[in-house]
């Protein structure tokens, strides 16, 4: 059944329940962590807690409030893309349009997903009949996690953007969000199970859950597709019918049939797909019968084209990414080809092929030019990553003998060395402004120097104004911001002050009481700026993103685990299949493009957007907590024959 009026009622009562549930979760949170006061017995702990309680005691009704609409928001969004298939920019992809995680967003997704399996392992029958339910009420076929707009990723980001709103420290946000996540996963079993009850009063049937077959991990299937003559052994197998004038055929035929049937019942596959693989069947059982190698190895062209159909298909699914919907649109008239033939053959399946296999490496092409803008600002990241340890180490050794201020010093090592990174790698080495750039430190050390004489004095005024609008331009280059520009600007005016107020030598005797207690203000007053803390660090990149990783700090990762991931990451390679926990969500994504030393990947998936890009340090960090991996998944033949043998088993 599909009953716009039930799916908008049964939308809006979760909705309404937004608030409830955010209260409810809050002040659950709030209960467990006063209870959890007393057993905290590190005072790093404590001090923790006491945080969030103040924090909660606070902002309590405000938080409330906001969690209450991003439940509400979360859960209009996941409806809408329900409805709206993903679709790329029209024009050339910038990198502002790509999803570019940073270790930022990679821990806040860590942080979903913690939560999701808090929920998943509380609620986890009422959540399998919401499921059935949904897909019932949506007149859908197959159940799908993403057709339920409630599931539990969707509270889970809401509580993430809540707990981003909370100004605690990094690790007080986490006892808040792991608390709150229990909280959550109470709450939300109550939300489910009332929401099942009332669409069954409603009239609603939950849609019959047909398993895919189980296989078990780490073994081999008992009939394994790769190995020859395996469709030849799985045949003998079947049960035997009375003598046939040719029962070899008779069984091949019975087979094909059975395989089929598997197809059409699979799980993972969309109606619109299995509908264009079983217009096959009969094609197929017309090659079997004259080729008899479609039985005895499953690198068949016809048996790789239906692979390569159902994978390329579920990879973008028409219901949320209309590169499936134009791929289908492509595969039609070859398979009618394909259908109505009546001579078909392995070389005719193996055009097909050819043109599918075509069609899908023109996709990634286009995709790939599409963002050249991105992978060009990406590349010159990278290279910027290179360069910027050694201009830091130079300019850290031309600063080695000079009398500079903290802050001087601290932007010359860290903004400056970003300023000439990305004057190198967009202009060249040889460009004559990156080697104005590049002097205007020396020069800068040079104009701080006390002059020896009038004439050097007069030099370093007329000098002055060039070299501070050289600094203003890569301030502005960078995007440092005002307050920080200003900061700098006025230090070095101070110092410069300084140095031009002094006499040369032999001029001792033009010093005045008032000069003397002048220089002895700045240097009181510079000394009061430099203690103080700056909003840029030495290794802070600054502007517009992707710049240099910054470390994430924490809990020091196990150094086994961690070089495991970084040899992961050394594997992978344009076109690899990967599962990847993206926006709250697991998908599976293809690498597009990695940068020359792997400091940058860029996938494509169906999610929002279709396109993302991510720091290596973000991809580790998913790796070491379990959310990115290879994906290696058993082909829809290899699915089919496990069915079979299942049925076969069962029988």
Same mark, same amino acid.
């Given at each position: ?286 090659? *079997? !019968?004259? &080729? ?5 190895? @499953? =690198?068949?062209? #016809?048996?790789?084209?239906?692979? $390569?159909? %159902? ?40 055009? *097909? !092929?050819? &043109? ?5 490496? @023109? =996709?990634?092409? #286009?995709?790939?030019?599409?963002? $050249?803008? %991105? ?277």
């Amino acid at each position: 059944m599909h009953d716009g009026a039930l799916v908008k009622k049964h939308l809006d009562a979760m909705l309404a329940g937004g608030p409830l549930v955010a209260q409810q979760v809050i002040d659950a949170t709030v209960h467990r962590l006063r209870d959890t006061g007393a057993t905290m017995a590190l005072a790093s702990d404590r001090q923790q807690l006491f945080e969030v309680l103040e924090a909660l005691q606070v902002h309590q009704l405000a938080l409330t409030t906001a969690f209450g609409g991003d439940i509400k928001s979360e859960i209009e969004a996941a409806a809408q893309a329900q409805a709206t298939p993903v679709r790329l920019p029209a024009g050339p992809l910038r990198l502002e349009d790509l999803t570019l995680m940073d270790e930022d967003q990679a821990e806040k997704d860590i942080e979903i997903s913690r939560t999701i399996q808090l929920i998943d392992l509380k609620a986890e029958w009422e959540l399998r009949e919401l499921q059935a339910l949904t897909a019932s009420l949506l007149g859908e076929t197959v159940l799908r996690l993403e057709a339920n707009p409630c599931r539990p990723m969707v509270y889970a980001r809401a509580l993430s953007r809540a707990a981003h709103g909370i100004k605690v420290s990094k690790a007080s946000r986490g006892l808040f969000l792991r608390t709150a996540g229990f909280a959550m996963a109470d709450v939300l079993r109550d939300v489910y199970g009332d929401a099942c009850r009332r669409l069954k009063s409603w009239g609603v049937q939950p849609l019959e859950f047909r398993s895919a077959p189980i296989v078990r991990t780490g073994a081999m299937p008992e009939v394994d597709l790769t190995q020859p003559d395996a469709l030849l052994n799985l045949r003998d197998r079947l049960p035997k019918h009375p003598p046939t004038d040719e029962p070899a055929q008779h069984q091949t035929v019975q087979l094909l049939s059975r395989l089929f049937d598997q197809i059409l019942a699979d799980p993972k596959l969309e109606s619109a797909v299995k509908g264009m693989i079983g217009r096959l069947q009969a094609s197929v059982v017309r090659v *079997a !019968l004259t &080729d008899p190698t479609l039985m005895s190895s @499953h =690198e068949h062209p #016809a048996w790789t084209l239906i692979n $390569q159909i %159902a994978a390329h298909a579920s990879d973008h699914p028409q219901f949320s990414d209309s590169r499936g919907s134009a791929f289908m649109e492509f595969v039609e008239p070859l398979v009618e080809r394909l259908a109505v033939d009546e001579a078909p053959s392995a070389a005719l399946y193996e055009g *097909a !092929l050819s &043109d599918v296999q075509a069609y899908i490496d @023109h =996709e990634d092409e #286009a995709q790939l030019q599409h963002s $050249q803008a %991105a992978v060009k600002a990406l590349t010159e990241a990278e290279q910027r990553q290179t360069l910027m340890p050694l201009l830091r180490q130079q300019v850290m050794h031309q600063l080695q003998s000079s009398e500079l201020s903290e802050t001087l010093r601290r932007f010359l090592t860290g903004p400056w060395v970003d300023v000439l990174a990305r004057t190198m790698v967009s202009q060249g080495t040889d460009n004559a402004h990156t080697q104005a750039l590049v002097g205007t430190v020396d020069e800068l050390l040079w104009s701080l120097e006390r002059p020896s004489s009038e004439l050097d004095r007069d030099e370093v005024r007329q000098r002055l104004p060039s070299l501070i609008e050289r600094l203003k331009l890569g301030m502005e280059m960078i995007g440092l911001p005002q307050a920080e520009r200003d900061h700098v600007l006025d230090d070095l005016m101070r110092m410069h002050s300084r140095r031009l107020r002094s006499v040369p030598t032999g001029e001792a005797q033009a010093v005045t009481p008032q000069d003397l207690v002048q220089q002895m203000r700045d240097e009181v007053l510079d000394a009061g700026r430099d203690q103080g803390s700056d909003s840029w660090a030495q290794d802070t990149s600054v502007g517009a993103l992707p710049t240099v990783p910054m470390a994430l700090g924490g809990v020091d990762e196990d150094s086994r685990v961690k070089g495991a991931a970084q040899r992961w990451l050394q594997t992978l390679t344009k076109g690899v299949r990967c599962k990847l926990f993206l926006q709250g969500q697991w998908v599976t994504a293809h690498l597009l493009w990695r940068s020359d030393n792997g400091e940058f990947f860029m996938f494509t998936s169906s999610l929002a957007g279709g396109m993302h890009s991510m720091t290596r340090r973000a991809l580790e960090r998913l790796r070491i907590e379990g959310l990115a991996t290879t994906f290696v998944e058993l082909s829809l033949m290899q699915r089919a024959v496990d069915s079979v043998l299942q049925d076969l088993d069962d029988a």
